[in-house]
């Protein structure tokens, strides 16, 4: 059992936890503040947290330290936040905090890395307004992007999220689903010009 401090908190990382406790047994071992919780969570969705914030980092140390973090935001949000969906809660916390990482270490020197691409390739799909005015648009603008995904055939989708969630090459996309680099690096870029068109037609560019 490794031990884990993390802003004055103690918690166990137990490679014993078993494998099958529920998302819903989890949750109410945080509302119960039982450090368990850490253990559980850093044993089922470890490996898929450690995805989203390794291909943001690339460096192994600072994805450890952002996935500790991500721990123990999660210890800090539950409750009153109650996650029906505990591994996309979790992944959404550790890519923002990856993102902040990474944009408060690129700060000065953007343009290099997988990363900086994809937030340029995003920028032209999403306006500029500085902390995004207001979380009701921030709140409308992922509710039309996740409704645009709907309409699109599964592979597609696949390919968008790959790229735009998880922040994976066209190479690394193309060995995922198992189609070429340039097929692959062409479905991104008519999906994110599809986006665009339809952000537009909602009135939302």
Known sequence: MDICVKSGVTFMRDNTAPENISDGEIVELFFER????IAYVSRKYGSYCGTVVQNILKDPQDAEECLNDTWLKAWESIPPAKPRNLGGFLARIAKNISLNRYERDHAEKRGGGEI????DELAECV??????EKNYERKILT????????????????????????????????????VTRSNAAVTV?????????????????
């Open 143 to 178: 509710e039309a992007i996740n409704e645009f995904l709907k309409t699109l055939p599964r592979i597609k989708r696949d390919i968008f999220v790959l790229r735009y969630w998880y922040c994976l090459s066209a190479a690394q996309i193309a060995e995922r689903v198992g």
């Open 116 to 119: 900086a691409l994809v937030l």
């Open 189 to 205: 870029t008519r999906t994110r010009r599809a986006l665009m068109g339809y952000l537009e037609k909602r009135g939302l560019l």
């Open 127 to 132: 306006a500029d307004k500085g902390n995004v």
């Open 34 to 37: 039982n450090e368990r919780a």
